[in-house]
């Protein structure tokens, strides 16, 4: 590629990002990572929900977030292509059935290996309907998780639960695989047992980071050592590369790509196959994670990767933070129940009257009045109540999705041509 093929393709991707926010620098990131720890400090000294930032949760959070920021990391691939990828989830299902099929009868490296050959297989698909056939983007998506389900149900019954069949005789049945070998883990000498030494004093603020980087470093799984890798490589492949620059160009402005000699289409099937892969890695971490495939695995975590991709502003670092926040509250629920759910009523109570006052002070009369009378039905609500129902504990993940979506939709911006159609020759 030229300079000057460069510096224009460069520059018509930064003149379209004028009305964009300026960048947080690290020195602000971190202190609101720090503020972000205090907050929950104070709350669970206050409600005395210890589990909050014990290590048990956040490890639980990481395990968590790995296959949701896996999906969303594929998401934001086709999206920055101009590909809309809703088929995530069935992507995610082809990925987790890939790695049970392989992974009982090779080990648990082939099955993340199967997981991505999978997932590539549905991107594929997705690629060769939306970007070769001009097929409706969101109308493939649906037509690969209908399909996805229906390939996986049917598979696994011909495959798993044949009667006689070498599978079946291993343990597997319609709904599952055999059950393969674990996925080693490792947890830093000395450093582990130090951190959970201090976090067992229950020391204001110092036990409750000890809590949490124990958790972070403690028998962690090699396979989420890869997915924090993948996070990275992505940012630089992106944003700091030719390729990168051509892929986001195709999602940007493709007839200004193609007029300057880009492969719209080659860039386009390659960014919907790599999506599929990372989605389909993220289902193989599922399999991997309980040492089988099962079905109905995924559980909508393709979509709640989508959501991450939106609220993190289709940018790597953006996705990994909004996949963290769900996997906590994913973790929460399922370790914690209704206390601890209950004590973060509180701490979104305060949020709400926040945002209320932020909006009040920029002229926005009415959503300063909606976002305090919820915060202080919330603070009434946790002041008369000990716990929260079962029914709202479940749902704590997918209450997240939305609340995180609607507080950060006025600062989103998506590719400006994602979903568009685009047929080649019209940059000529």
Same mark, same amino acid.
């Given at each position: 590629?030229?300079?000057?093929?460069?510096?224009?393709?460069?520059?018509?991707?930064?003149?379209?990002?004028?009305?964009?926010?300026?960048?947080?620098?690290?020195?602000?990131?971190?202190?609101?990572?720090?503020?972000?720890?205090?907050?929950?400090?104070?709350?669970?000294?206050?409600?005395?929900?210890?589990?909050?930032?014990?290590?048990?949760?956040?490890?639980?959070?990481?395990?968590?977030?790995?296959?949701?920021?896996?999906?969303?990391?594929?998401?934001?691939?086709?999206?920055?292509?101009?590909?809309?990828?809703?088929?995530?989830?069935?992507?995610?299902?082809?990925?987790?059935?890939?790695?049970?099929?392989?992974?009982?009868?090779?080990?648990?490296?082939?099955a993340a290996a199967a997981g991505i050959l999978g997932g590539a297989l549905g991107g594929l698909v997705h690629a060769l309907a939306t970007v070769t056939f001009g097929v409706d983007h969101i109308i493939s998506g649906v037509a690969i998780n209908?399909?996805?389900?229906?390939?996986?149900?049917?598979?696994?019954?011909?495959?798993?639960?044949?009667?006689?069949?070498?599978?079946?005789?291993?343990?597997?049945?319609?709904?599952?695989?055999?059950?393969?070998?674990?996925?080693?883990?490792?947890?830093?000498?000395?450093?582990?047992?130090?951190?959970?030494?201090?976090?067992?004093?229950?020391?204001?603020?110092?036990?409750? @980071?000890? #809590?949490?980087? *124990?958790? $972070?470093?403690?028998?962690?799984?090699?396979? /989420?050592?890869? +997915?924090?890798? =993948?996070? &990275?490589?992505?940012?630089?492949?992106?944003?700091?590369?030719?390729?990168?620059?051509?892929?986001?160009?195709?999602?940007?402005?493709?007839?200004?790509?193609?007029?300057?000699?880009?492969?719209?289409?080659?860039?386009?099937?390659?960014?919907?196959?790599?999506?599929?892969?990372?989605?389909?890695?993220?289902?193989?971490?599922?399999?991997?994670?309980?040492?089988?495939?099962?079905?109905?695995?995924?559980?909508?975590?393709?979509?709640?990767?989508?959501?991450?991709?939106?609220?993190?502003?289709?940018?790597?670092?953006?996705?990994?933070?909004?996949?963290? @926040?769900? #996997?906590?509250? *994913?973790? $929460?629920?399922?370790?914690?129940?209704?206390? /601890?759910?209950? +004590?973060?009523? =509180?701490? &979104?109570?305060?949020?709400?009257?926040?945002f209320a006052a932020w909006r009040l002070r920029a002229g926005k009369t009415k959503p300063a009045i909606v976002s305090a009378a919820f915060g202080v039905a919330l603070i009434v609500w946790y002041t008369m109540t000990k716990t929260v129902p079962?029914?709202?504990?479940?749902?704590?993940?997918?209450?997240?999705?939305?609340?995180?979506?609607?507080?950060?939709?006025?600062?989103?911006?998506?590719?400006?041509?994602?979903?568009?159609?685009?047929?080649?020759?019209?940059?000529?």
């Open positions: 590629m030229s300079t000057t093929f460069t510096d224009a393709l460069a520059k018509g991707l930064t003149g379209k990002n004028k009305g964009e926010r300026r960048k947080l620098s690290y020195p602000v990131i971190l202190l609101l990572i720090a503020g972000g720890l205090l907050v929950l400090s104070v709350l669970r000294v206050i409600t005395g929900a210890e589990d909050l930032t014990s290590s048990g949760q956040f490890s639980g959070a990481l395990g968590a977030a790995v296959p949701i920021g896996l999906a969303g990391l594929g998401g934001l691939w086709a999206e920055r292509a101009g590909v809309v990828n809703i088929g995530l989830e069935g992507m995610m299902m082809l990925g987790t059935f890939s790695a049970g099929w392989i992974g009982w009868q090779h080990g648990p490296w082939a209908i399909l996805a389900l229906g390939v996986t149900q049917y598979l696994a019954k011909l495959w798993f639960g044949a009667e006689g069949s070498e599978a079946q005789q291993a343990g597997g049945n319609d709904k599952q695989s055999p059950v393969m070998e674990n996925m080693p883990n490792f947890s830093i000498p000395g450093l582990s047992d130090w951190l959970n030494s201090i976090e067992k004093h229950n020391w204001f603020f110092v036990s409750d @980071l000890a #809590g949490i980087v *124990d958790g $972070l470093v403690t028998d962690v799984s090699w396979l /989420t050592i890869v +997915a924090g890798g =993948l996070f &990275v490589l992505t940012f630089f492949v992106l944003w700091r590369s030719s390729f990168g620059l051509r892929l986001r160009s195709c999602g940007e402005s493709p007839v200004a790509a193609e007029s300057l000699g880009v492969n719209v289409y080659k860039y386009k099937y390659a960014a919907v196959v790599v999506s599929g892969g990372l989605a389909g890695l993220g289902g193989a971490f599922l399999a991997i994670g309980t040492h089988m495939y099962s079905d109905g695995q995924t559980g909508g975590r393709g979509y709640i990767g989508l959501a991450t991709m939106i609220s993190g502003n289709w940018r790597p670092g953006g996705v990994a933070m909004s996949a963290g @926040l769900f #996997g906590f509250m *994913d973790s $929460l629920q399922l370790r914690s129940g209704g206390p /601890t759910v209950h +004590a973060l009523l =509180l701490l &979104v109570a305060v949020l709400l009257i926040g079962l029914e709202l504990v479940d749902a704590t993940p997918y209450v997240a999705t939305l609340l995180v979506l609607s507080f950060s939709a006025q600062r989103l911006r998506m590719p400006k041509a994602n979903g568009k159609p685009y047929r080649k020759g019209e940059g000529k």
